[in-house]
């Protein structure tokens, strides 16, 4: 059974930064893709971040890019999302995700992908 693991969200104001977290455990295929993704109340959930592990392959949302950097440790199966110059529209929950095995196609920031998911972790951003 594969288990996704967040942490590292918290209350910060806007400008400031965050290091998300994501542990995954269980019988890891050597194909996979992990992602992050964000809900705020009353909003579709959306994709913020997706990597092919082993590809390259990196996509961000626009809303995202040149603030966020996603980042692996393939030794321990963590992915980890830097969130600097937070916004108050940051404010969300971050889950994250994984589709094993990966091919291709793949759609990194569609949550229909992924076929495991963490249970998440809240960022608030204030003003």
């Known amino acids: 059974q594969v288990q996704l693991v967040e942490s590292g969200g918290g209350s910060v104001q806007a400008g400031g930064s965050l290091r998300l977290s994501c542990a995954a455990s269980?019988?890891?295929?050597?194909?996979?893709?992990l992602a992050w993704f964000r809900q705020a109340p009353g909003k579709e959930r959306e994709g913020v971040v997706g990597?092919?592990?082993?590809?390259?392959?990196?996509y961000y949302a626009d809303s995202v890019k040149g603030r966020f950097t996603i980042a692996q440790d393939n030794a321990k199966n963590n992915v980890y999302l830097q969130m600097n110059s937070l916004k108050p529209e940051d404010t969300a929950m971050y889950y994250c995700?994984?589709?094993?095995?990966?091919?291709?196609?793949?759609?990194?920031?569609?949550?229909?992908?992924?076929?495991?998911w963490g249970q998440g972790t809240q960022v608030t951003v204030s003003s």
């Open positions: 269980g019988p890891i295929y050597s194909s996979r893709c």
């Open positions: 990597i092919r592990i082993g590809g390259g392959e990196i």
């Open positions: 995700a994984a589709k094993f095995p990966c091919g291709s196609p793949w759609y990194p920031l569609v949550a229909k992908e992924y076929n495991y």
